[in-house]
């Protein structure tokens, strides 16, 4: 079975730090872009960060640039990881990650192959 599995959320005051991982089962990450997205109740689905197939490439929406970081797992292929520090109650939503359609990154969001379940970040004091 092909599948995406997000963890890591949770409930984090404000000002603190999480980490998600995604993992894949089923086919292997290291030949296509790796996408994180997030949604908000009432809100459109953004993407959030993407890293490419040679961890060079990587993107991020200005919200969180220099507070998430993206990147590869060198010893396991098949997982990528977002950090996330000094967040936001607006950082409150479901994340995603997805297998993109190619093996970069481009300014945009892709169109996903495989899409995870989602894992909820609520940031509240």
């Known amino acids: 079975q092909l599948q995406l599995v997000e963890s890591g959320g949770g409930l984090v005051q404000p000002g603190g730090s999480l980490r998600l991982s995604c993992t894949a089962s089923?086919?292997?990450?290291?030949?296509?872009?790796v996408e994180w997205y997030r949604q908000a109740p009432g809100k459109e689905r953004e993407r959030v960060s993407c890293?490419?197939?040679?961890?060079?490439?990587?993107?991020y929406v200005d919200s969180v640039r220099s507070r998430f970081t993206i990147w590869r797992d060198s010893a396991n292929k098949n997982t990528v990881y977002l950090q996330m520090n000094k967040l936001k109650p607006e950082d409150t939503a479901i994340y995603y990650c997805?297998?993109?359609?190619?093996?970069?990154?481009?300014?945009?969001?892709?169109?996903?192959?495989?899409w995870g379940q989602g894992t909820q970040v609520t940031v509240s004091s």
């Open positions: 890293v490419s197939t040679d961890d060079t490439g990587v993107h």
């Open positions: 089923g086919f292997t990450l290291d030949h296509t872009a």
């Open positions: 997805a297998a993109a359609s190619i093996s970069y990154c481009r300014t945009y969001p892709s169109i996903p192959r495989y």
